[in-house]
């Protein structure tokens, strides 16, 4: 079979390998389409934190093309689709019913691939039927689908309440229709005005096209009652620039959802006067959980967020890099990589 293996910046490999075989409660899923990812292009851009040569890819949809001792929940022929990862339920972090901190998640990295192993856990808890009618385009949604989820799920949005969507990337644009589903007046900034014309079509009232030298905090204060700021401002670009415009979009007893990574090393300057006296709240998000990851399928599931307004253009698997390039100049949201 054909996979991605990723040795370096701007250097993904196709190589031949063995179809994987599933031990005890595992699976093996034919691929039918895999999406590209903001992760994936940083890590084709810039490097990630493992070290190469590694697998590449986790938004995967496909059939069931072999199962192992003990899998009940699955047949060969079941359309499925596999999140990433799933918690161990046993280190500290678990314990704590911090699942995304799960020091011991295993990881089903490598959805590059015409075949891919889907280790016990995931099968157990994060895998699922698709249903007759779902698209694989649709299921292979959720796992950034449920890291919108999970961020949505950890800021105090309330009927009413103006949000800030800073960045709309793919999670960026989640964030916007989820915000709009929990009843806030959306704000979505970006420099891309096509992708804010989808932002509008997702639900935000309000879209402002990001320029240089331009004051991008007074233009989404500009939109608020008495220009005091918004109640929450989402962060999803990873820049650290923006990290800090985020914060001083907020008003008085706001919240900051500090969503996008930023690069190794990175480091920001936030106003601790006003961090004090404002009463600012500011949180770091990462990843997802259990119930949020099905949280989210049901969302694909019910139509809350449909495909074709996130997955524009098709490549087969030896056009990887090129899929990825589209992916980083802005130019579509996400790219489908296909299998025969």
């Given at each position: ?52 040569p590694h697998l590449i890819g986790h938004e995967a ?280």
């Open positions: 079979m054909k996979q991605a293996v990723y040795h370096g910046i701007e250097d993904v490999r196709i190589q031949e390998t063995e179809i994987p075989v599933p031990g005890p409660g595992e699976i093996v899923v034919r691929n039918r389409v895999t999406l590209t990812c903001g992760t994936d292009v940083k890590m084709f851009m810039r490097g990630y934190r493992y070290d190469p949809a496909g059939v069931v093309h072999a199962v192992g001792e003990g899998v009940t929940r699955f047949a060969v022929g079941d359309r499925v689709v596999a999140h990433n990862t799933a918690p161990c339920h046993a280190c500290y972090y678990c314990k704590k019913g911090n699942h995304s901190m799960c020091v011991d998640l295993p990881s089903n990295l490598g959805a590059y691939a015409e075949y891919q192993l889907i280790p016990a856990n995931i099968v157990r808890e994060t895998a699922f039927l698709i249903p007759e009618g779902m698209e694989f385009e649709q299921a292979a949604l959720t796992e950034p689908l449920a890291c919108a989820v999970y961020g949505t799920s950890q800021v105090p949005i309330e009927l009413g309440d103006t949000v800030v969507v800073n960045g709309c990337g793919p999670i960026g644009l989640m964030f916007v229709r989820l915000a709009y589903l929990r009843g806030a007046i959306v704000i979505a900034a970006d420099v891309n005005e096509k992708r804010l014309a989808l932002a509008e079509k997702l639900g935000a009232k309000h879209t402002v096209v990001v320029r240089q030298g331009e004051n991008q905090v007074a233009a989404i204060k500009a939109l608020t009652e008495d220009e005091r700021g918004v109640d929450i401002a989402i962060e999803a670009t990873g820049l650290p620039q923006v990290w800090e415009l985020a914060f001083d979009m907020v008003c008085p007893g706001g919240t900051v959802l500090f969503f996008g990574g930023t690069k190794k090393g990175t480091s920001v300057e936030l106003d601790c006067t006003r961090f004090h006296y404002d009463q600012i709240t500011a949180k770091g998000i990462f990843h997802t959980t259990p119930i949020h990851v099905r949280a989210a399928f049901e969302l694909l599931r019910t139509g809350a967020i449909r495909h074709e307004d996130f997955v524009q253009n098709s490549y087969e698997l030896t056009d990887l890099e090129s899929a990825l390039r589209e992916h980083a100049r802005g130019d579509v949201i996400k790219n489908a990589i296909r299998y025969p």
